[in-house]
C-alpha cells in the first residue's frame, strides 16, 4: 500500500506562517513531526501532496494503490485500524471531516485535480486530534509530547542518568550520547524525553512534559516549563513556557518566550521577550491569513507565532499575540506591530523590504554553520514565498 498526506487548502493557509515552508506534516506536534507520527504507526515512508512550488522538496509517489490521509489529522491505533480496512473508493469521514480515501492511479490524480467522485462514505465516529489554527500546536502540546514518549520508548531501555542529576519522579527516557549534569528534572507533570546526542548544561531546570531533539542545547541555567518541545539541533537557554521550536532555531540567551511556537532556521536575539497574557487576561486576538484579520483564539495565553528564517536583535518585545512571517528581521526599541509580513526589515518605527540577495547571503552563512547547502531548491521555495506574500509589505 502506498500511503499519501495530502494537505487541504483551506488549513494550509490557517496554518500560514508555518506552512508557507513546509507540508501539514512536516509541522512538530510534541516530539515527532505528524509525518513522523504516520511512518510510525503505518510502518512505512509516507510521501506529500502539498503546495506545488514544495514538491520538488517533498516529493509525491502516486502509485497504482493509494491511500491518501489527511496531513493535519494525528494517527491514533482505532485510526490506523479503520484505514487499514479501506476498500477501493472508500471514504473516511469524521462529521464534516476528511480522514483518508482508497483510491487507485486515475482516481487519486482525479482527486488531487479536486474532480469528485462517486465515493462510499464510512463514517468515523471515535474522536480525532488536529491540528488546524496555529495555537494548536503548543495548546496540545501536552497531549502530544505524552502520546509520543509512549510510542518511541515502548519496549526501549533508557540510558542511565549521571548521578548529579536531581530527579523528581521517573518518568524520564535519554537517548544515546546525551549529556546531562547538575540539572533538575521534574516529571510529576509530565514525561521529559532526551533525544541523541542533545546536552543539557549544569543548573538547568526542565519541568516536563518536556523533549530535547537530537543534537540540541539547553544552556546553563535555563528555566523551562512543559509542555515544551526543543526540536533537532537547536540551543535554547532563559525562560521558557510551552513553546514549540521546530528545529535548527538558536534562542540561547536570557529573555522569555511563552505559549509559542518558532519555526526553523530561526535566531531570537539576547533579552528577546514575548508577552504571553493580556494585562486586562482578555482573550487573545491573532492575524489570520484566511480572512486577512485579527481573530479571537478563545486562549487567554498565547504569545508568538514565528516563520522559518526569521530573526530577532537584542532586546526585541513581542506583544501578546504576535505573527512574524518568514525572513524577517526584527530589531529597535518598543513593540513592532502584531502581524510582520514575510521579508520585512525593521522594528516599532516602521518596516521596509528585505531584499532576497541579502536574506539569501545571510541563510548560505546559517546553512553552512550546520553543515549544509542552502541550494537552488531552498532558493526558489523563498523566492515563492517572497512573490506570494508581497500584498502584505508596504515598502
Not at 200 to 224: L, Q, Y
Not at 231 to 246: A, M, Y
Request: net charge positive; glycine share 6%; proline share 2%.
Amino acid at each position: 500500500m502506498n500511503y499519501i498526506l495530502f494537505d487541504e487548502s483551506k488549513l494550509i493557509t490557517n496554518l500560514l506562517p508555518l506552512t508557507y515552508t513546509r507540508p501539514i506534516s512536516e509541522i512538530r506536534a510534541g516530539i515527532l513531526t505528524i509525518k513522523q507520527k504516520w511512518d510510525k504507526y503505518l510502518k512505512t515512508k509516507t510521501s506529500y501532496k502539498t503546495q506545488e512550488y514544495l514538491q520538488k522538496k517533498y516529493n509525491l509517489i502516486i502509485n497504482t494503490d493509494n491511500t491518501i490521509i489527511n496531513s493535519s489529522v494525528l494517527p491514533d491505533k482505532e485510526i490506523i485500524s479503520e484505514i487499514k480496512k479501506l476498500q477501493n473508493n472508500q471514504i473516511i469521514i469524521h462529521n464534516d471531516t476528511f480522514i483518508a480515501i482508497r483510491l487507485n492511479k486515475k482516481q487519486t490524480i482525479d482527486f488531487f485535480n479536486k474532480k469528485n467522485g462517486d465515493y462510499k462514505v464510512i463514517q468515523y465516529k471515535n474522536n480525532i486530534t488536529q491540528i488546524t489554527n496555529t495555537w494548536d500546536i503548543f495548546k496540545n502540546n501536552d497531549t502530544n509530547i505524552k502520546t509520543d514518549f509512549n510510542l518511541i520508548t515502548k519496549r526501549r531501555k533508557s540510558q542511565q542518568l549521571d548521578k548529579t542529576v536531581n530527579i523528581i519522579g521517573n518518568n524520564i527516557f535519554i537517548e544515546k550520547g546525551a549529556k546531562i549534569k547538575f540539572v533538575t528534572l521534574n516529571t510529576e507533570t509530565g514525561p521529559i524525553y532526551i533525544g541523541k546526542n542533545a546536552e543539557i548544561m549544569e543548573n538547568s531546570v526542565i519541568r516536563g512534559p518536556f523533549a530535547i531533539c537530537e543534537h540540541s542545547t539547553v544552556k546553563m541555567s535555563a528555566k523551562i516549563y512543559g509542555p515544551t518541545t526543543i526540536g533537532p539541533h537547536s540551543k535554547v537557554g532563559g525562560e521558557l513556557n510551552n513553546v514549540v521550536i521546530f528545529g535548527y532555531t538558536n534562542k540561547a540567551h536570557d529573555g522569555f518566550i511563552g505559549n509559542s511556537v518558532i519555526g526553523e532556521w530561526c535566531n531570537i536575539g539576547a533579552d528577546t521577550n514575548n508577552s504571553n497574557l493580556k494585562n486586562n487576561y482578555a482573550q487573545v486576538k491573532l492575524w489570520s491569513y484566511n480572512t486577512e484579520k485579527f481573530e479571537n483564539t478563545k486562549l487567554q495565553f498565547c504569545g508568538l507565532i514565528m516563520g522559518d528564517h526569521s530573526k530577532t536583535g537584542i532586546n526585541t518585545m513581542f506583544n501578546t499575540g504576535t505573527v512574524v512571517g518568514v525572513n524577517a528581521n526584527i530589531f529597535g526599541t518598543d513593540f513592532p506591530r502584531n502581524f510582520i509580513p514575510s521579508f520585512s526589515w525593521g522594528g516599532a518605527k516602521g518596516f521596509v523590504t528585505y531584499k532576497t540577495n541579502k536574506a539569501f547571503d545571510v541563510a548560505d552563512k546559517v546553512f553552512k554553520r550546520r553543515n549544509l547547502e542552502f541550494n537552488k531548491t531552498e532558493q526558489d521555495i523563498l523566492s515563492k514565498v517572497f512573490e506570494i506574500t508581497k500584498k502584505y509589505r508596504k515598502n
